[in-house]
């Protein structure tokens, strides 16, 4: 944008978002700095937690980076569509917070599935089948941190280390993959019963 001779603060919002997928970091940074404050003020609003805005605002702008060819200006302005990311990923990381509180009896009953009469076995194929399908509907990348920190045990930290990725986005892919495993682990749970 420099280069034809506009700073990049007067750069249009549009011509700004068309410039991120050239992957100049100037560019990336002049984005960010324009919209931060309202897509960090979107995300507050909904999640009231401020490390939890802070994490869905960066992933509202790698969203953006990753599908600004796909914006369409007929839709909405600039502000208006990135408004909508964040909201929409925000809603996400609210639904996966809220704890589905666990019946002692039903915790009973899965910990003696674990044990190996052909009864139990068969229970225990069937609630690993469940959980199985369920995380294999989740995003890639979620899926990746949530069998990294669940399976493995590793901790969010070592889960940004190996994803290359920051702690904060790290933390949110495990929550939100295991509140969207909860609640279609309890979805199937209804429509058993």
Same mark, same amino acid.
């Given at each position: 944008?420099?280069? @034809? ?10 011509? *700004? ?27 507050? %609003?909904?999640?009231?937690?401020? =490390?939890?805005?802070?994490? &869905?605002? =960066? ?18 302005? #600039?502000?208006?569509? *990135?408004?909508? @990311? ?21 915790? /009973?009953?899965?910990?003696?599935? &674990? ?10 194929? /069937?609630? #690993?089948?469940? *959980?199985? !399908? ?16 669940? @399976?493995?045990?590793?901790?969010? =930290?070592? #889960?940004?280390?190996?994803?290359? @990725?920051?702690?904060?986005? %790290? ?10 495993? !909860? %609640? ?10």
């Amino acid at each position: 944008m420099r280069r @034809i001779g506009i700073p990049l603060e007067r750069v249009p919002d549009e011509a *700004l978002l068309a410039g991120l997928m050239t992957g100049d970091p100037e560019i990336a940074v002049a984005f960010v700095r324009r919209f931060q404050h309202r897509v960090f003020g979107v995300a507050i %609003a909904v999640v009231g937690d401020v =490390q939890l805005a802070e994490d &869905i605002a =960066q992933q509202t702008f790698e969203r953006a980076c990753l599908h600004a060819q796909v914006y369409d200006p007929r839709r909405g302005s #600039v502000p208006t569509w *990135l408004a909508a @990311i964040a909201h929409n990923l925000a809603i996400d990381a609210v639904r996966a917070r809220k704890a589905t509180p666990v019946d002692p009896a039903d915790l /009973e009953n899965m910990m003696e599935t &674990i044990t190996d009469t052909p009864e139990r076995h068969a229970l225990s194929t /069937e609630t #690993v089948a469940e *959980l199985r !399908r369920a995380v294999g509907t989740l995003p890639r990348e979620q899926a990746r941190a949530l069998v990294m920190a669940g @399976i493995y045990g590793m901790t969010a =930290q070592q #889960v940004a280390d190996a994803e290359e @990725i920051p702690l904060g986005t %790290a933390k949110t892919r495990i929550r939100t993959a295991m509140g969207k495993v !909860r %609640a279609s682990l309890a979805t199937r749970q209804v429509d058993h019963d």
